[in-house]
């Protein structure tokens, strides 16, 4: 039964986004369903994978949370909410999870953000997700500007984005609270002239 909601969830006209899901070379970038829920859940729980991020590590009840918004936001429109599984196209393993919100509709912008499982770091998943993205915000719901957000210290973050044509725009000071503290962030971002420009 599981499985057929699986297939009826991915399969469904009315929720199918025209973008979705995204292909890369060995990536798919699809929507959530219900029964991704452990293999989100085992990752989430890790210290390492949430360390960067503005989440401390997935108690039950928020990994729960966490797809239930995911499933909602598929069935809002317009859909401005893009919470997507990161899968292996050889045999549909969750590996992380991306997502690509549109925050401001009148500018046509929105921001993205990716975590991977530790057993999948150094293999140019991040990259290939991050490249997922931005032809989803571009190509598929025809953006103008896509930014993210990467802790300083984020020594693969920053060269993931920098990789995929993203620039550096500044220093946001304190702009974070983790850890019982006030931390900085970069901001990058890429504009759809300069992505398509570089053929990406």
């Not at 921001?111 to 598929?140: D, S």
Request: proline residues 4%; positive net charge; hydrophobic residues 40%.
């Amino acid at each position: 039964m599981q499985w057929w909601n699986m297939f009826r969830s991915l399969t469904n006209s009315f929720y199918r986004h025209p973008g979705l899901p995204v292909n890369t070379s060995r990536l798919l970038l699809r929507d959530f369903v219900a029964a991704d829920h452990a293999s989100v859940h085992r990752y989430a729980v890790d210290p390492k994978v949430t360390q960067y991020t503005e989440r401390e590590p997935n108690r039950e009840a928020d990994t729960k949370v966490f797809l239930a918004h995911a499933l909602a936001a598929q069935r809002r429109r317009p859909r401005k909410q893009f919470d997507l599984a990161v899968v292996l196209k050889q045999d549909g393993y969750l590996l992380g999870a991306c997502g690509l919100h549109v925050t401001q509709p009148p500018r046509n912008e929105g921001y993205l953000g990716y975590w991977l499982g530790r057993p999948f770091w150094g293999n140019g998943y991040a990259t290939e997700t991050v490249k997922g993205l931005l032809t989803l915000g571009f190509q598929g719901l025809e953006l103008h500007r896509i930014i993210a957000y990467c802790c300083p210290e984020n020594v693969g973050s920053i060269r993931c984005l920098e990789k995929v044509g993203m620039r550096q725009e500044g220093r946001l000071r304190q702009h974070t609270w983790k850890h019982g503290l006030w931390q900085d962030m970069f901001l990058y971002a890429i504009l759809a002239h300069e992505w398509r420009r570089a053929g990406r």
